[in-house]
């Protein structure tokens, strides 16, 4: 019997706030499935933020205001609302933890605290 490993997928529904970090930081992979509706397309997409800074890979969907956050490498991008595509970007990952685990590593330097630094000396600058 071949024995699967790092491949558990679990939909946990509402998690309190308290506990996501400590959730996140058993997680590999992360995933944003917005749809482009107006909701999604001019928000401050808090939730990234998080699954950054526990250093998790990211599936997310490619619109504007997560563009702006991430490089065309630094998520693997699916189109917004096709479950096909989102499917598929996850298993591209699962397919490749070493690309992963490096996706993570990468994140995990985009903390509040390196976000804040950047924007201080930006405005020391002008």
Same mark, same amino acid.
């Given at each position: 019997?071949? $024995?699967?490993?790092?491949?558990? %997928?679990? *939909? #946990?529904?509402?998690?309190?706030?308290?506990?996501?970090?400590?959730?996140?930081?058993?997680?590999?992979?992360?995933?944003?499935?917005?749809?482009?509706?107006?909701?999604?397309?001019?928000?401050?997409p808090i939730k990234l933020f998080e699954?950054?800074?526990?250093?998790?890979?990211?599936?997310?969907?490619?619109?504007?205001?997560? #563009?702006?956050? %991430?490089?065309?490498?630094?998520?693997?991008?699916?189109?917004?609302?096709?479950?096909?595509? %989102?499917?598929?970007?996850?298993?591209?990952?699962?397919?490749?933890?070493?690309?992963?685990? #490096?996706?993570?590593?990468?994140?995990?330097? *985009?903390?509040? $605290?390196?976000?804040?630094?950047?924007?201080?000396? %930006?405005?020391?600058?002008?």
């Amino acid at each position: 019997m071949r $024995r699967r490993q790092g491949r558990r %997928l679990e *939909f #946990r529904g509402h998690v309190p706030q308290q506990e996501v970090m400590r959730g996140l930081a058993s997680a590999c992979i992360a995933v944003l499935p917005n749809r482009d509706d107006p909701d999604c397309r001019y928000t401050s997409p808090i939730k990234l933020f998080e699954y950054m800074a526990a250093g998790c890979a990211i599936v997310a969907s490619d619109l504007p205001p997560l #563009r702006a956050v %991430l490089a065309e490498d630094e998520a693997v991008w699916v189109r917004p609302g096709d479950p096909a595509s %989102l499917a598929e970007g996850i298993r591209c990952l699962a397919a490749d933890p070493e690309r992963a685990r #490096r996706m993570g590593e990468k994140a995990r330097g *985009f903390t509040w $605290r390196a976000r804040a630094e950047r924007l201080a000396g %930006l405005l020391r600058a002008i």
